[in-house]
Nanobody, 123 residues
Framework: QVRLVESGGGSVQPGGSLRLSCVAS????????MDWYRQAPGKQRELVAT???????SYMDSVKGRFTISRDNAKNTVYLQMNSLKLEDTAVYYC?????????????????WGQGTQVTVSS
C-alpha cells in the first residue's frame, strides 16, 4: 500500500501565493508521473499539472506561468508552487501518483490519490 499526505492549503487573497506538498510513503519501488488535480464545487476534477520521472512538466492553460510543479525523488515528494492566485483557483487540490509498488509477492502498478487540501482565494 502507498499513502499520500498533502499539506500547504489555506486561504489567501487574490495575487497571493501558496505552496502545496505531497509526500508518498509505503511499499514504493519507483514513482512514474506525479500530478496535481483540483475540483471546484459543482465541477469535475481537472488535471492541473504533471511532472514525469524524468522531470518533464506540463500544465493546464489557465495556470501556465503562475504555477510550478516540481518533485524531490529522494523524498518521494511533489510540490505545487502557486503564485498570482485568482478567485477561480479556489478548489480542493489532490495529489496523484502512478507508481510501481511491492505488493508482498511481486512488483505491481499502483495508482493513488491524496485526501485533498482546500485552497481558497477570496478578497
Amino acid at each position: 500500500q502507498v499513502r499520500l499526505v498533502e499539506s500547504g492549503g489555506g486561504s489567501v487573497q487574490p495575487g497571493g501565493s501558496l505552496r502545496l506538498s505531497c509526500v508518498a510513503s509505503g511499499s514504493i519501488l519507483s514513482i512514474n508521473a506525479m500530478d496535481w488535480y483540483r475540483q471546484a464545487p459543482g465541477k469535475q476534477r481537472e488535471l492541473v499539472a504533471t511532472v514525469t520521472s524524468g522531470g518533464s512538466t506540463s500544465y493546464m492553460d489557465s495556470v501556465k506561468g503562475r504555477f510550478t510543479i516540481s518533485r524531490d525523488n529522494a523524498k518521494n515528494t511533489v510540490y505545487l508552487q502557486m503564485n498570482s492566485l485568482k478567485l477561480e483557483d479556489t478548489a480542493v487540490y489532490y495529489c496523484h501518483v502512478d507508481c510501481l509498488e511491492w505488493n508482498g509477492r511481486s512488483p505491481s502498478r499502483g495508482d493513488y490519490w491524496g485526501q485533498g487540501t482546500q485552497v481558497t482565494v477570496s478578497s
